[in-house]
Nanobody, 123 residues
Framework: QVQLVESGGGSVQAGGSLRLSCAASGYSYNRYCMGWFRQAPGKEREKVATINMNGLTSYADSAKGRFTISKDNAKNTLWLQMNSLKPEDTAMYYC?????????????????WGQGTQVTVSS
């Protein structure tokens, strides 16, 4: 059974940093595409950053240059380092696992999700 548990969210001021973690278990971690997605109130869930089974990363335009996604296959852990945070980054952040492996699909097509961790950035 796939389990994803996020941690590391919190409240910070604009310009601050946070590091999100996602502990994964119950599947062949290194064969999945892993990603961070976020959802603000009243908005659709959107991609932040993904890393496929080969380590290829992809970022939303809003995250480029500020966020870094990384993973440790030996520890079954995914991270998202977020720097220079802005109020518009405020959202619930979710870790996701896509068995397709070579790419993370759009949220409706990804079967495995964590419970989310809240990030709040104040101005």
């Amino acid at each position: 059974q796939v389990q994803l548990v996020e941690s590391g969210g919190g409240s910070v001021q604009a310009g601050g940093s946070l590091r999100l973690s996602c502990a994964a278990s119950g599947y062949s971690y290194n064969r999945y595409c892993m990603g961070w997605f976020r959802q603000a109130p009243g908005k659709e869930r959107e991609k932040v950053a993904t890393i496929n089974m080969n380590g290829l990363t992809s970022y939303a335009d809003s995250a480029k240059g500020r966020f870094t996604i990384s993973k440790d296959n030996a520890k079954n852990t995914l991270w998202l380092q977020m720097n220079s945070l802005k109020p518009e980054d405020t959202a619930m952040y979710y870790c996701a696992a896509d068995p397709l492996g070579w790419v993370c699909r759009n949220p409706p097509d990804i079967p495995y999700w964590g419970q989310g961790t809240q990030v709040t950035v104040s101005s």
